[in-house]
């Protein structure tokens, strides 16, 4: 087992990637927005243009497999030039609730799903939130952008589709005896379903935290992508005891309007009851 002393003082101020991004031998010269057209751009279809080894490419932003190849790039899209600050305020909420409650931020045992290139690990192992950290996506590019720009972080790191999840390796997660369930960023847009979502959460032991962000629009009552009605329902159970409700401005469009992102941090009380692991509408 790794040893992961905490650091001190550190906050969403001095997010981790800026150190990270001294250590990644980037090509990425610059990136390129595309000019506002007035109407704005929907959030799964942005794009940009880089500039890589001096040849312009254009990337959409949710084509990761291709992001995750370029060392940098998706810091360099996300983090430098649309300011986007998840990682560290969700891992900050989640240290203070663990403060409030007197739980010892080196006793988690955490699954981070949707894990991409390791940004909230990076987060969580500086605030010594974990145990143990193991790191789940649906793409194979993210796992070896992690393990090339964050060597050691994560204990394993499983790509897989939580929706159509292989026994074995349900089997060795269960083992892990996760107690603590992250997900920044990564729900709704066809990334993590709804009954992914579900299915993650299922493989968190009781008493657990889970921490989580979800674009603002996806939790109206009109919403059918299902986090909505998943997470009410959740909650008027008894399954989630939620701890933290907390709007915040994820990062910026390609237009520069602000997107606002809502965190939450739970308690799981309770086990998912089996009909939402089939359908959790």
Not at 64 to 90: A, M, W
Not at 149 to 178: C, G, H, Q, S
Request: hydrophobic share 40%.
């Amino acid at each position: 087992m790794q040893t992961r002393p905490p650091l001190k003082n550190v906050s969403s101020a001095e997010p981790q990637w800026h150190k990270r991004m001294e250590e990644i031998d980037s090509p990425v010269d610059s990136i390129t927005l595309p000019a506002a057209d007035g109407e704005g751009c929907a959030q799964d279809r942005e794009w940009c243009e880089a500039r890589i080894d001096g040849e312009r490419r254009r990337y959409r932003f949710h084509d990761y497999d291709q992001i995750f190849k370029v060392p940098g790039l998706y810091e360099e899209i996300f983090y430098n030039t649309l300011e986007c600050c998840s990682p560290s305020r969700v891992a900050s909420l989640l240290e203070e609730l663990l403060e409030d409650f007197k739980v010892s931020p080196g006793s988690l045992r955490v699954i981070d799903v949707g894990a991409g290139n390791g940004m909230v690990g990076d987060e969580l192992q500086a605030r010594g939130v974990v145990d143990e950290l193991v790191g789940l996506d649906i793409i194979p590019e993210a796992r070896e952008a992690a393990e090339r720009d964050r060597p050691d972080l994560y204990d394993d790191y499983i790509v897989a589709d939580l929706t159509n999840l292989p026994p074995a390796a349900e089997d060795k997660l269960r083992k892990r005896k996760f107690n603590c369930l992250t997900s920044v960023a990564a729900l709704g847009f066809g990334d993590i379903p709804a009954l992914a979502f579900a299915r993650a959460l299922d493989l968190v032991d009781e008493p657990g935290w889970v921490a989580f962000t979800i674009k603002e629009d996806f939790l109206r009552e009109e919403e059918t992508s299902g986090f909505a009605r998943l997470i009410r329902r959740l909650t008027n159970t008894g399954v989630l005891e939620m701890q933290a409700y907390r709007r915040f401005r994820h990062r910026l469009a390609v237009s520069g309007e602000a997107l606002y992102y809502v965190a939450m941090i739970a308690r799981k009380a309770k086990p998912v009851p089996g009909d939402a692991l089939r359908d959790p509408n």
